[in-house]
């Protein structure tokens, strides 16, 4: 069994985790940064990249008092190497490596996207490779087939857009308060999803990749046609269809391979959205598959699904040098086509 103690500072939480290897997160301490950039109606990165040099260490410090062990009793160190805003992303890291140099120990640089690919087998012991995965979140939105640590094939991409970020942008434009993606679900909980006409982007198409800039544009033509809460109810049913739609035909073109998925799976941010999962849980009985989800707090961005990357990275011989870079762009398949129209994000 070993310890790996992981951090994440790629957005705007700071987090450390005390995971082992047999699926057991000893501690977890966790920084957010929600007031700081309130005011702002999202996150600023330079004042998110301060926030992560000041509340780093002592989480450290404190998850490792929490597990009751030292530093030298760490097996590996795992910290997110990107993608990210780059600030924060040089934060964890460069913390990673002096912590692995001091008690020589190795380094893991964990990509944030496996770190989300991989954290519904942190939950799920049962969950094997290969799985077809949608990860969705603030930054991105792709259909993945997890074959197995460090091998991925991106199925899907969002050619601008991703679903959180649509989340998080309604949010502002119906003055709902950042973080956005909780704010719309609360609101729309009491609205009515078929109120208001909005753009289903890209559904219908053969090739199941997303598309959300239009419908945020939509829904900033449609302020004030109807109440906060039948816009936000409009907005989500919107991207639940598309999120559906776009996963039937990687699911259905999967499902053909020579070895099919073993289980529809969601991961991101966007994953604690109860109507996402409700509709995924579906479409995944639809054809004949298990559906797993992590628990909510897991589905945010944490350590504890870095260091649970970093056990799997280790487990399978894979550690870095110290010299390792910061990425604030890093595909988990970069042998995958640039799909047109689409900007740097996919």
Not at 29 to 40: F, I, K, S, T, W
Not at 92 to 102: F, P
Not at 126 to 145: I, R, T
């Amino acid at each position: 069994m070993a310890l790996i103690l992981g951090l994440e500072s790629s957005c705007d939480e700071t987090a450390a985790a005390l995971v082992t290897s047999d699926r057991v997160v000893r501690a977890h301490r966790l920084a957010g940064q929600e007031a700081a950039h309130r005011p702002y109606g999202g996150v600023v990165p330079e004042i998110a990249a301060r926030a992560h040099v000041e509340a780093l260490i002592p989480l450290v410090e404190g998850a490792l008092a929490d597990a009751g062990v030292s530093l030298s009793q760490v097996d590996a160190i795992a910290a997110t190497a990107g993608p990210g805003l780059i600030g924060g992303v040089m934060v964890g890291l460069v913390t990673g490596k002096a912590l692995a140099h001091a008690v020589g120990k190795p380094l893991i640089a964990v990509n944030h996207l496996e770190g989300h690919a991989l954290s519904p087998r942190l939950a799920d012991p049962d969950l094997a490779f290969p799985y077809l995965l949608l990860l969705v979140s603030g930054g991105h939105c792709q259909l993945l087939l997890v074959q197995g640590v460090g091998r991925y094939r991106r199925l899907a991409t969002t050619i601008d857009d991703a679903a959180g970020e649509a989340f998080d942008k309604t949010a502002k434009l119906l003055g709902l308060g950042f973080p956005g993606g909780p704010a719309v679900e609360r609101a729309a909980a009491s609205g009515n999803p078929r109120a208001v006409p909005l753009p289903r982007p890209l559904v219908g198409s053969g090739e199941p990749h997303f598309s959300f800039a239009g419908l945020k544009s939509a829904v900033a033509r449609a302020v004030g046609s109807a109440s906060v809460d039948d816009l936000a109810a409009s907005f989500q049913q919107a991207v639940v269809d598309c999120l559906i739609d776009r996963t039937r035909i990687a699911l259905g073109a999967a499902l053909d391979a020579a070895e099919p998925p073993t289980a529809l799976v969601v991961a991101g941010g966007v994953a604690a959205n109860q109507a996402v999962r409700g509709a995924l849980q579906r479409l995944a009985g639809d054809h004949g598959l298990r559906f797993v989800a992590p628990p909510l707090w897991l589905c945010t961005d944490n350590a504890a699904m870095i260091g649970w990357a970093g056990a799997e990275r280790l487990t399978a011989g894979l550690t870095d040098g110290l010299d390792f870079p910061a990425r604030p762009r890093w595909p988990l398949d970069p042998a995958a086509e640039s799909v047109r129209g689409a900007g740097v994000k996919a």
